[in-house]
């Protein structure tokens, strides 16, 4: 080693040189990843358990429901009769619960109990959208779980889905007496969010009809 390389400053290159900087990657080239990253673990932590009924409202609220003629799941019956599809003219006159479901979804089956206890309330239906679905395994699906529809509708590409504002597997919608749609559920029904969804039906089964609702009389001429 040479006097002027041992005399060297710290951080300089032998021979006296300034050492070069070391490059440091950019604080705004690394800040939006991580928020990125952290805002897309957060919708999809609330999606999978059905947190985003508030957060993601649909634009189908407070609207009729489209209007789509489903063909029944043809095959499920039940007492031996076929059980129906659906469609608009179907749901005037019931409270109707509209379950989005697919025997290809995880949170499907786990949500399927909340359904099934959902449906034992004879005071509105249950109907479901099966979604992207082969036929032969919706009726596995059924036939393992437990049927809780009073009427399916199929939806082999996602078309009705789509009608219906449907961001993902499972949705529940809540349509009341005049087939409007008047609450929505994005994901699955569980323990954290059942007694709201109750409460939802509950404030639309006390509602009355429009159809039962008296007009106002005519003041006299």
Not at 34 to 48: D, E, K, N, P
Request: aromatic content about 8%; proline content about 10%; overall charge negative.
């Amino acid at each position: 080693m040479t006097n002027s390389e041992a005399r060297a400053p710290q951080g300089a290159a032998p021979g006296g040189r300034p050492a070069a900087p070391r490059k440091r990657t950019p604080w705004v080239t690394v800040v939006p990843i991580v928020v990125f990253g952290i805002l897309a673990a957060v919708f999809y932590l609330q999606l999978t358990r059905g947190d985003l009924s508030d957060t993601v409202p649909s634009a189908l609220i407070g609207s009729p429901v489209p209007d789509n003629e489903l063909a029944p799941l043809e095959g499920l019956t039940a007492n031996g009769v076929q059980l129906p599809g659906f469609s608009p003219a179907s749901f005037q006159g019931e409270v109707t619960v509209v379950n989005v479901f697919a025997s290809w979804c995880g949170p499907c089956r786990e949500e399927h109990p909340f359904v099934e206890r959902l449906a034992l309330d004879d005071r509105f239906r249950v109907v479901g959208i099966n979604n992207k679905d082969a036929p032969a395994n919706a009726l596995a699906f059924l036939a393992r779980y437990g049927n809780p529809y009073d009427a399916v509708g199929v939806d082999p590409t996602g078309r009705a889905s789509i009608d219906w504002g449907v961001y993902g597997v499972p949705e529940t919608f809540l349509v009341d007496r005049n087939g409007v749609i008047r609450y929505k559920l994005v994901g699955q029904i569980h323990n954290g969010n059942y007694d709201a969804v109750v409460a939802q039906i509950e404030a639309v089964l006390a509602e009355q009809p429009a159809s039962a609702v008296a007009p106002a009389a005519t003041p006299p001429a």
